[in-house]
């Protein structure tokens, strides 16, 4: 959420239509209703995969030349959890470059004022020294079960630097930590570890199972950010930044997976027996996101773990009844 100084009007901004790529995805759901509530004389035009298949050859410039938007939000990607990155390194790289690549030149070719996009915290070294700050980008090689879709997503740093030396284009790469929240992705497959655990828990409530094993030892720590945190951001970066440095975006708060999994057991009234299985591997056993930049820009990311948990565990519960979750 923003911190009340910088609760200000965002219409000098100017923006007349507004596209948000990947509108029907997780953060999709989020950030359209705050650029609505943020940008009240501008049109938004959410866009989904089913109007324009941003992978097929000339779709993402007749995309452009249809919606002639002055501001872009790059949001669609090809995402998943760490076992369908594993399994399709080859997939997350090339349809994430390709796609961000034209995307990206042809909104540059269509005369947008500006463009901002979403990368993820695991483009960062897998060597990188917790808390994270953005300076540590380039020091190495990410984490290798995901180095297919990080590598993809790091070079929209080169691309934004690059366009906006040669070419003085206006365009923003911002981090977002671990987010969770409304609209994610429950499918085990592909799930977060978030979404995942609720689900597991929940189901094992719902079953009467008298044990759940976990995997590792949970000990690793991680910080995670509450979706609605992210997208109440969003239109502030729209007005007000204009450079190609990038921002992460989270809390910075240190959790360990096994505190994560004891809010997460205590929401959904799982009351059984957890097993840690020891001999699945940890990860990286400290991977934590600095905001320090983000609150010199006066801005902060606030929803308690707990909160953000509650609500998105109450979206899961209606969202499956209702068949609107992926599972």
């Not at 976990?214 to 991680?222: D, L, M, Q, S, V």
Request: hydrophobic share 40%; net charge positive.
């Amino acid at each position: 959420m923003q911190t009340s100084d910088t609760a200000q009007p965002l219409e000098r901004s100017g923006f007349r239509r507004i596209l948000v790529t990947g509108a029907n995805g997780f953060l999709g759901h989020h950030i359209t209703p705050a650029l609505t509530a943020a940008f009240p004389s501008a049109v938004i035009i959410p866009v989904g995969r089913k109007a324009y298949d941003l992978l097929e050859p000339g779709i993402p410039q007749r995309m452009l030349r249809d919606i002639q938007p002055d501001c872009v939000i790059h949001l669609a990607a090809k995402s998943g959890g760490i076992t369908d990155n594993r399994k399709r390194p080859a997939d997350y790289f090339y349809e994430n470059l390709a796609m961000n690549t034209a995307v990206f030149h042809e909104s540059y070719k269509a005369g947008v004022r500006k463009f901002l996009t979403l990368m993820g915290g695991c483009s960062y070294p897998a060597k990188a020294i917790s808390p994270i700050g953005e300076e540590q980008m380039w020091n190495g090689f990410p984490q290798e079960e995901s180095a297919g879709y990080s590598v993809a997503k790091k070079m929209l740093l080169v691309q934004s630097w690059a366009y906006r030396r040669q070419y003085g284009f206006n365009s923003v790469v911002l981090i977002p930590g671990n987010v969770y929240g409304e609209w994610d992705n429950f499918n085990l497959t592909q799930a977060h570890v978030i979404p995942a655990l609720i689900r597991k828990y929940l189901e094992a409530k719902e079953r009467g199972a008298a044990e759940v094993v976990a995997f590792g030892t949970g000990r690793p720590t991680r910080d995670f950010v509450y979706a609605g945190d992210v997208a109440a951001v969003i239109p502030w970066f729209l007005a007000n930044y204009n450079s190609s440095d990038p921002v992460n975006i989270s809390t910075g708060t240190r959790v360990s997976i096994r505190e994560l999994t004891d809010t997460i057991r205590s929401a959904t009234g799982y009351i059984g027996k957890i097993t840690w299985d020891t001999s699945q591997p940890d990860g990286q056993m400290d991977k934590i996101f600095d905001p320090d930049r983000l609150n010199r820009l006066g801005l902060s990311c606030r929803t308690t773990l707990e909160s953000g948990i509650r609500k998105t565990l109450a979206w899961f519960l209606s969202a499956r009844e209702s068949s609107e979750v992926r599972l």
